[in-house]
């Protein structure tokens, strides 16, 4: 069975203070690793998709990267408006039961104080 | 519209009552998700859809639970006989097509009294 696990469930940043989520899976012929962020009240938002190992894609602030075992985002420099929910997520290969469906880590909350 | 809208935003029912939520998915994308997230719990997939047809029906926690797609773009969850356990966010989703990146729309917030 498809797994997910991202660690750490939170995490406490000072503005201006790097750090890195990780995303450990366990699939049977991964199609993609996505990450999302999540705002309270509102559905995830696309933030990167990565297909294979040594990958990386960059956004502002944002860097994610995936091996053949796991993914890590790295927050360079954040800000207070970087505060949100930080979801993983994998899509199956062909062949699975519902390979159409993404199967979610539980998510790191993420706090940036000023 | 240009992203995912999902109607109603909030719904709150007696236990017991139908409800139906609706979803209207990015025009063209041929891949539409449903999703529930529970308080505390991470997103738990219900159901896709590839065009009107569903290929796996699996997910969804119970035969109360059903889902249609009409002319390959909004979409119908229908929960019948609702539980208190059914009191969730509900999420939609499409994409181009299936293995492309979804896009999320906002949510339904249900509440069983």
């Known amino acids: 069975e498809d797994q997910v696990t991202q660690s750490p469930e939170a995490l406490r940043l000072q503005e201006g203070e790097s750090s890195s989520l990780n995303c450990s899976y366990t699939v049977s012929g991964l199609r993609g690793l996505f990450w999302y962020r999540q705002d309270p009240g509102k559905g995830p938002e696309f933030l990167f998709t990565l297909y294979s190992a040594g990958e990386e894609k960059e956004k502002e602030r944002l860097k994610a990267t995936l091996t053949k075992k796991e993914s890590f985002l790295h927050i360079t420099a954040p800000k207070p408006e970087d505060s949100a929910t930080y979801l993983c997520?994998?899509?199956?290969?062909?062949?699975?039961?519902?390979?159409?469906?993404?199967?979610f880590g539980q998510g790191t909350i993420l706090t940036v104080h000023p | 519209g240009a992203g995912v809208s999902q109607s109603p935003s909030n719904k709150v029912t007696e236990k017991g009552k139908d409800v139906e939520l609706r979803c209207d998915p990015i025009s063209g994308h041929t891949a539409l998700y449903w999703y529930r997230q529970s308080l505390g719990q991470g997103l738990e997939f219900l159901i896709y859809?590839?065009?009107?047809?569903?290929?796996?029906k699996s997910g969804l926690p119970s035969d109360r639970f059903s889902a249609e797609r009409t002319g390959g773009s909004v979409s119908t969850l229908t929960i019948q006989r609702t539980q208190q356990e059914d009191s969730a966010v509900y999420l939609c989703a499409s994409s181009l097509v299936v293995f492309n990146e979804q896009f999320f729309g906002p949510g339904t917030r249900l509440t069983v009294l």
């Open positions: 997520a994998v899509h199956q290969g062909a062949g699975g039961t519902s390979y159409g469906k993404l199967t």
């Open positions: 859809f590839q065009g009107n047809s569903a290929p796996d």
